[in-house]
C-alpha cells in the first residue's frame, strides 16, 4: 500500500523520491492499534509494520527512568536522552506513515517535514525553555499548535491519529523537564538544535541515517551533546560533555547500512600509493567521510591525497556516530553545514576523543579552531573573500545571479549560523595525528582551490 511521488523543486532539476502511506486506504489510527512487533535490521528502505507504542519506546531502549547524576550538563543531557527515547516513538510514526502532505520545501529549497516541527517544538516548550537556559538556537522557524486540535505545523496538518502520541511526548517531556531543577550552571547554556538532522534522508526512505542533534555551548564552545539516531533497530546514540568527564553511548555495532564505501575518489581512478600509517591505523584502511550528494573537486582530490577510501552517508550527526562506531576516519566538508549541525556532533566527539575544527584555520594555520556557538543576528566566524554564496547561506537569496560565482564580502552577506569556513572532524583513533590530515588538504588545495559555501 505504499507507493512513490516525484516532487519537482522549483525550476531546479533536482527531485525529491517520497514513499507514503494511502491513509485512504489503511487510516493511521487502525495501523497503529493492530500492528504487532516486527523486529528490523539496521537499514531497511521499503516500509515496515508500525508497532504500538510500548514496542517503539522499547526500541529506543528507553521507558525507565534513569538516574539523574550530580554534574549539571550530564543530568541534561541524560534528560535530553529520555526525552529522545520518547520522541523516537513519534518521529518512527511520523516516518512509516509519511505521505506527500506531510513535507514542504522551505526558501533555500531544503525539506522540512512534521517531524522537524514537532520534535523541535516539543524540545522547546518542555526541556529547553528560555527560563531555564540562556537562549535555544533551533534550525526550524515554524508555528506549531499542538494545544488546540486539529495540530499542525506551519500550514502543514498533523493527522489526527497523531495526536494522541503528540500528547503523550508532550506530557512525558514535561515530566522530564521537571527534573531540571534550577541549578545556576544551566543559564550560562545556549541550545542548539535540529531537530531531524538528515530531512532529505528521512523523505526518502533512509530514516536510519537521521539523527536528533541536541548541542549546548557556554562562551561560544560546545560543552556537551547528543547525537540521537531515532529510525536504527534499536535506537544509536552518543551523548558527551568533556568538562565533566561524561562520555556515553549506545552504537551500532553493524554499520554496512548506514555507510557505503566507495573504493576510489573517481570511479576507474587508480588510488595512490598507500605506504605507512596515521596512527595506529595503516594509510591504506583510512576512510573519508563524504555526503551522498555531489562531491566538490577538492573533496576529490582530498581522497586522493590522503590517499582514502570514500564512504558516503548522510547527515552530519550521523557522520559523527559513524566516526565513533569506526565506519571511517575523518569527515572533511567544505560546503552546506550549520551550527545546529556541528555543536552537538563537536561535543561529542570531544568527550569521546575526537575532533572537530575549522577547516580553514586547520589548513591555514595549523590550528584546531571551533566555531563560536552563541546566540547572534551577524556570522561570527566570517573571513572576507573565501565563502561562496549560495542558496544555503546567502542572507538574502535574490541577491544571487544565476550561474554566477559570488564570494562573500561582509559577514551581512551570510546567514548567521552557516559554517562558513568548512569543518574538519577526526575519529578518536587519529585525533593525535592532525597533521597529517592538515598536510593532505594543503596538497588537495595545491590540486584544486576549495570552494567552502
Known amino acids: 500500500f505504499f507507493s512513490g511521488f516525484r516532487m519537482a523543486v522549483g525550476g531546479a532539476r533536482a527531485k525529491l523520491s517520497v514513499l507514503y502511506l494511502a491513509f485512504a486506504m489503511l487510516p ?24 504500538s507504542r510500548s514496542q517503539l519506546l522499547a ?18 543531557l541524560e534528560l535530553c536522552k529520555e526525552a529522545c527515547d520518547e520522541l523516537s516513538v513519534l518521529v518512527r510514526l511520523v516516518y512509516a506513515g509519511m505521505r506527500a502532505e506531510d513535507a514542504a520545501l522551505k526558501a533555500d529549497k531544503s525539506v522540512f517535514t512534521i517531524a522537524d516541527g514537532l520534535v523541535q517544538h516539543l524540545l522547546q516548550t518542555t ?16 508555528i506549531v499548535n499542538v494545544l488546540q486540535r486539529p495540530y499542525t505545523v506551519d500550514a502543514l496538518p498533523v493527522p489526527e491519529a497523531l495526536w494522541p502520541v503528540v500528547d503523550s511526548a508532550r506530557a512525558k517531556l514535561l515530566e522530564l523537564s521537571a527534573k531540571l531543577g534550577s541549578d545556576p550552571a544551566l543559564r550560562l547554556l545556549t541550545a542548539f538544535v535540529d531537530p531531524i538532522d538528515g530531512t532529505r534522508e528521512f ?32 535506537a544509536s546514540w552518543a551523548y558527551g560533555c568533556e568538562r565533566e568527564g561524561t562520555a556515553r553511548s549506545q552504537l551500532l555495532a553493524t554499520k554496512e547500512a548506514l555507510a557505503v564505501v566507495v573504493s576510489s575518489p573517481i570511479e576507474g581512478e587508480p ?36 590517499p582514502a577510501q570514500l564512504v558516503r552517508s548522510g547527515g552530519a550527526g550521523n557522520k559523527a556516530l559513524l566516526l565513533l562506531e569506526g565506519a571511517a576516519d575523518c569527515y572533511i566538508q567544505d560546503r552546506g553545514l550549520f551550527r545546529w549541525d556541528t555543536c552537538a556532533s563537536q561535543a561529542v566527539l570531544e568527550a569521546h576523543g575526537g ?12 590550528e584546531l579552531e571551533s566555531y563560536r556557538y552563541e546566540k547572534t543576528v551577524l556570522q561570527l566566524d566570517f573571513e572576507p573573500g573565501l565563502v561562496r554564496l549560495s542558496a544555503y547561506n546567502a542572507a538574502n537569496r535574490n541577491s544571487l545571479s ?7 564580502e561582509s559577514a551581512e552577506q551570510t546567514k548567521p549560523y552557516a559554517n562558513v569556513c568548512g569543518v574538519c572532524a577526526l575519529a578518536p583513533r587519529v585525533a593525535g595525528n592532525v597533521g597529517e590530515f592538515s598536510a593532505a588538504v594543503a596538497r588537495a588545495r595545491d590540486e584544486h582551490e576549495w570552494e567552502i559555501s
Open 127 to 142: 526541556l529547553l525553555r528560555e527560563d531555564v537556559l540562556c537562549a535555544i538556537v533551533g534550525e526550524e522557524d515554524s
Open 402 to 408: 544565476k550561474g554566477a560565482v559570488q564570494f562573500a
Open 271 to 306: 588510488r595512490a600509493p598507500a605506504d605507512g600509517q596515521i596512527g595506529d591505523v595503516p594509510i591504506s584502511d583510512i576512510r573519508l567521510l563524504v555526503s551522498r550528494g555531489s562531491l566538490s573537486p577538492f573533496l576529490r582530490a582530498l581522497g586522493r591525497q590522503l
Open 355 to 366: 575532533v572537530l575544527v575549522k577547516l580553514t584555520a586547520l589548513a591555514s594555520r595549523g
Open 203 to 234: 523523505t526518502e526512505r533512509l530514516g536510519e541515517m537521521c539523527t536528533i542533534c541536541i548541542g549546548f555551548s557556554e562562551g561560544e564552545k560546545p560543552i556537551g551533546g547528543l547525537v540521537y539516531r531515532p529510525l536504527t533497530t534499536p
Open 59 to 76: 526500541l529506543s531502549g528507553g521507558g525507565a527512568g534513569q538516574p539523574v547524576g550530580q554534574t549539571p550538563i550530564t543530568s541534561l
Open 28 to 51: 493511521l489510527a487502525s495501523v497503529v492499534a493492530s500492528a504487532a512487533a516486527h523486529p528490523t535490521s539496521a537499514f531497511v528502505r521499503q516500509a515496515r509494520p508500525l508497532h
